[in-house]
T-cell receptor
Framework: KAGVTQTPRYLIKTRGQQVTLSCSPI?????VSWYQQTPGQGLQFLFE???????NKGNFPGRFSGRQFSNSRSEMNVSTLELGDSALYLC?????????????FGPGTRLTVL | AQSVTQLDSQVPVFEEAPVELRCNYS??????LFWYVQYPNQGLQLLLK??????LVESINGFEAEFNKSQTSFHLRKPSVHISDTAEYFC???????????FGPGTRLSVLP
């Protein structure tokens, strides 16, 4: 079974631009979660999607948004990029939503904002 | 809201020595606890988790962690480490409503030959 894939792996943008990151979950997984990892703030939960609906949301501004498609693939969008948005963005998938379901992480997309 | 503390940001240890990575949490409700490992240039992998039942949980590669409710701790231990255990280890908690998944700052374990 293929693992979680994220595209692109690396991205360079400038302040004020917007960016869209993509995540393809493991086949059969219906839940996708997004995380931001930075040296200063560590790993922070962004949001979780399950069956095309946002289930949980972390404490991030509205510039961060996401969506999930009927095939469970998910996209994350960040508008009006700021320097502080430079981070590794991780996507994780699980079969179902809920704490008992193990999350499998992708390799991440490293976003650099100049 | 929950919070997680990992007091040691870096832990160097010699190969075959025992190691303990500390994790403490705070929460006003019951929580579930996890340890994740991140090898260099890779994503996170679940190492072990405590949901209910026995307070001692084990992973397939020799790590174990014990949930101590009175001390609000979930320390990770291994009796004999290998070079391949070199990685960053994250403790995480989520409340029993399945909300607010919070990670600790991580502990970088370096196993020296």
């Amino acid at each position: 079974k293929a693992g979680v894939t994220q595209t692109p792996r690396y991205l360079i943008k400038t302040r004020g631009q917007q960016v869209t990151l993509s995540c393809s979950p493991i086949s059969g997984h219906r839940s996708v979660s997004w995380y931001q990892q930075t040296p200063g703030q560590g790993l922070q939960f962004l949001f979780e999607y399950f069956s095309e609906t946002q289930r949980n949301k972390g404490n991030f501004p509205g510039r961060f948004s996401g969506r999930q498609f009927s095939n469970s693939r998910s996209e994350m969008n960040v508008s009006t990029l700021e320097l502080g948005d430079s981070a590794l963005y991780l996507c994780a998938s699980s079969q179902n939503s809920g704490v008992g379901n193990e999350q499998f992480f992708g390799p991440g997309t490293r976003l650099t904002v100049l | 809201a929950q919070s997680v503390t990992q007091l040691d940001s870096q832990v160097p240890v010699f190969e075959e020595a025992p190691v303990e990575l500390r994790c403490n949490y705070s929460s006003s409700v019951s929580v579930y606890l996890f340890w994740y490992v991140q090898y260099p240039n890779q994503g996170l992998q679940l190492l072990l988790k405590y949901l209910s039942g026995s307070t001692l949980v084990e992973s397939i590669n020799g790590f174990e962690a014990e949930f101590n409710k009175s001390q609000t701790s979930f320390h990770l231990r291994k009796p004999s480490v290998h070079i391949s255990d070199t990685a960053e280890y994250f403790c995480a908690v989520i409340n029993n409503y399945g909300q607010n998944f919070v990670f600790g700052p991580g502990t970088r374990l370096s196993v020296l030959p």
